[in-house]
C-alpha cells in the first residue's frame, strides 16, 4: 500500500437487533462497539418483513440516508410529502427543525423482502432548525464507475474513477459509494479529503485489506491519516459500501431521533415535540396512511 493510504482504526461484525415494530437491524456505527463517527449517528443494514416497519415517529436536527437494495419502501410525513423507493433508489432526508414520517415497506406480490441501508447523519449546528426537506435519488440516475470489468461502482455521492456524482443531495458533505464485483481479486483505491472520517460495510462476500480478509457484515473504521482507502475484493459476488463524511467540530448530544449540541436544547427540543410547538404543529392529530402497511397495489397510486 502507499504511503498515502489510511490505516484501520477499528473493525467488528455488525451483530441483529430488533428496531421499530417488528424490525431487524444490523447495527454498526450507534452501537456500544462505535458510538459515534461524525458526522455519523447511525448505520443499520435493515431486512423488514410486513407488517413489520417504522411507522410514525419524529426526527430533529439530523439528515437521513436510505439506500434500497430489494424490494420497496414507501414514505410519508407531516408536510405532505411522500413517495415509493425501488431496489437502487436512495432517499436523502433532511429532518431540520422538525419532521414526522413513516417508512413501511411494501407487501411484494413475489414475496421479496426490504434490504437496505439507511445512515443517520448529524447537521451542523446552523443548519439543526432548517426546514425539512427530501431529495429523491432514483437507480437510473446514478452514474457507474467500471475501474475493471469485474467491478462497477455506483458513484451516489462524490467522486471515483473519473465519475462524479448527481449534486446537492444533502446538507452535510457525505461521500456515498456501492462497489460490486461480480469475481474476487480487484483492487480498488477510493480517494477522501483527509477532513473526512471514512468507513467501509460489508453487504454481503468479504473483502481483504492490508493482510486481513473481513467477512459479510464486517463494518471497518479507517484513521485520518491517509488520502485513501485501499483493498481487493476477496470473494465473488461481493458488496460493500464506503462512505465517508466531513469531521464536524462540534458537540452532539442525541437521544433517539433527536440530535442537539447541548443537553438544554435537546430537552427544548422535546418539548416542543410533546407540546406541538418548535416546529412540530403539524404533528397535531396528524397520522400516516401507510401507519398499518402498504401492499404493492395501494403503492402504485401513493404519490
Known amino acids: 500500500m502507499s504511503q498515502n493510504t489510511r490505516s484501520i482504526l477499528k473493525h467488528f461484525i455488525a451483530q441483529e437487533q430488533a428496531e421499530g415494530v417488528g424490525a431487524r437491524v444490523r447495527r454498526s ?23 413489520a416497519g417504522f411507522p410514525d415517529h419524529p426526527h430533529h436536527g439530523q439528515e437521513t440516508i436510505t439506500y434500497v437494495r430489494k424490494g420497496m419502501v414507501a414514505h410519508e410525513d407531516f408536510t405532505g410529502s411522500k413517495g415509493i423507493l425501488r431496489p437502487g433508489d436512495l432517499q ?26 439507511q445512515l443517520w447523519v448529524d447537521l ?23 475501474p475493471d470489468e469485474n467491478l462497477e461502482i455506483e458513484v451516489i455521492s462524490g467522486k471515483s474513477y473519473g465519475i462524479e456524482s448527481v449534486k446537492d443531495l444533502a446538507y452535510t458533505p457525505v461521500d456515498f459509494y456501492v462497489y460490486k464485483a461480480r469475481k474476487k481479486g480487484s483492487a480498488f483505491t477510493q480517494d477522501f479529503s483527509r477532513d473526512y472520517n471514512v468507513f467501509l460495510y460489508i453487504v454481503k462476500g468479504s473483502v481483504a485489506i492490508g493482510n486481513e480478509v473481513f467477512p459479510q457484515h464486517s463494518s471497518i473504521f479507517f484513521n485520518t491519516d491517509g488520502d485513501n482507502v485501499q483493498g481487493i475484493v476477496g470473494s465473488d459476488d461481493t ?15 442525541q ?29 397535531l392529530n396528524w ?14 397510486n401513493h404519490k
Do not use: W
Open 255 to 283: 437521544h433517539g431521533p433527536f440530535v442537539e449540541e447541548t443537553v438544554e436544547k435537546l430537552v427544548k427540543v422535546f418539548h416542543n415535540y410533546e407540546s406541538y410547538t418548535g416546529g412540530f404543529e403539524r404533528a
Open 92 to 117: 436523502f432526508m433532511t429532518a431540520g427543525k422538525a419532521v414526522c414520517h413513516s417508512e413501511m415497506p411494501v407487501l411484494m406480490e413475489n414475496g421479496e423482502i426490504l434490504d437496505g441501508l
Open 287 to 300: 397520522r400516516s396512511s401507510i401507519r398499518n402497511g402498504i401492499d404493492e397495489s395501494q403503492a402504485a
Open 29 to 51: 456505527i450507534g452501537t456500544a462497539k462505535m458510538r459515534k463517527f461524525s458526522p455519523f449517528l447511525m448505520l443499520d443494514h435493515f431486512n423488514v418483513i410486513p407488517p
Open 239 to 253: 458488496e460493500f459500501a464506503i462512505i465517508g463524511g466531513q469531521i464536524l467540530r462540534q458537540e452532539t448530544v
Open 124 to 146: 451542523p449546528t446552523n443548519l439543526k432548525n432548517t426546514e425539512p426537506r427530501y431529495r429523491d435519488l432514483h437507480k437510473e440516475n446514478i452514474p457507474i464507475a467500471k
